[in-house]
């Protein structure tokens, strides 16, 4: 089973809009990473958290981490028609090496 | 810097064949990991080599197998293919072990007919 379960499943906003998508896991990580997919290629690297830390930036994008939750979130703000694409958080556990476990992804669609 | 390549970027195989994927990573990067992206399943990890050796594999039978060159490329076998191995493919590469940010390449679409 997905150790990540990502909310909503998608997203449909307005170009200038946020974005925020959600993510839950199920067992202790040593991080957690966000990745952009187009249309069925290959994944891009956004952002990664370590367990340790609690929000990090990276120009539009801000994750939070709540280890007590066992959740994440991504914002995307002020979105743009090239932000459309699928999101999936991955976690990486302790003693698994670089193994990434991904949630389902949540589709977002930014209408222009 | 070039980033991770795969070939072929389509194959299309009859049911009981065998299928090779290979995948070159980034320069200086030891460590491969391959996935499969199968519709209605998600991303799911595979295998993962580092400095030729097999680390970790995931949920999958051992007809998924593969191996690392010396050179840090690696290639997938899928033998006796089934339909349900259609999938997307993807490699990815990190710059050593560890639980790092990985890059991934633009995945081989298997199709099993």
């Known amino acids: 089973s997905q150790q990540g379960e990502e909310d909503p499943q998608a997203l449909s906003i307005q170009e200038g809009e946020n974005a925020t998508m959600n993510c839950s896991y199920k067992?202790?990580?040593?991080?957690l990473q966000w990745y952009r997919q187009n249309s069925g290629r290959g994944l891009v690297h956004l952002i990664l958290?370590?367990?340790?830390?609690r929000e990090k930036h990276s120009g539009r994008l801000r994750v939070t981490l709540d280890t007590s939750k066992k959740s994440s979130s991504l914002l995307i703000t002020a979105s743009r028609a090239a932000d459309t694409a699928s999101y999936f958080c991955?976690?990486?556990?302790?003693?698994?090496?670089?193994?990434?476990?991904f949630g389902q992804g949540t589709e977002l669609s930014v209408k222009p | 810097e070039a980033g991770v390549t795969q070939s072929p970027t389509h194959l299309i195989k009859t049911r009981g064949q065998q299928a090779t994927l290979r995948c070159s990573p980034i320069?200086?990067?030891?460590?491969v990991y391959w996935y499969q992206q199968a519709l209605g399943l998600g991303l799911q990890f595979l295998l993962w080599?580092?400095?030729?050796?097999?680390?970790n594999r995931g949920n999958f039978p051992p007809r998924f197998s593969g191996r690392q060159f010396p050179n840090y490329s690696s290639e997938l076998n899928v033998n006796a293919l089934e339909l349900e191995d259609s999938a997307l493919y993807l490699c990815?590469?990190?710059?050593?072990?560890?639980?790092?940010?990985?890059?991934f390449g633009p995945g081989t679409r298997l199709t099993v007919t």
């Open positions: 990815a590469s990190s710059p050593r072990q560890g639980a790092y940010e990985q890059y």
């Open positions: 958290i370590r367990s340790n830390e």
């Open positions: 320069s200086g990067h030891t460590s």
């Open positions: 991955a976690t990486a556990l302790y003693n698994q090496g670089g193994k990434l476990i």
């Open positions: 067992t202790s990580i040593n991080n």
């Open positions: 080599y580092d400095e030729g050796e097999e680390r």
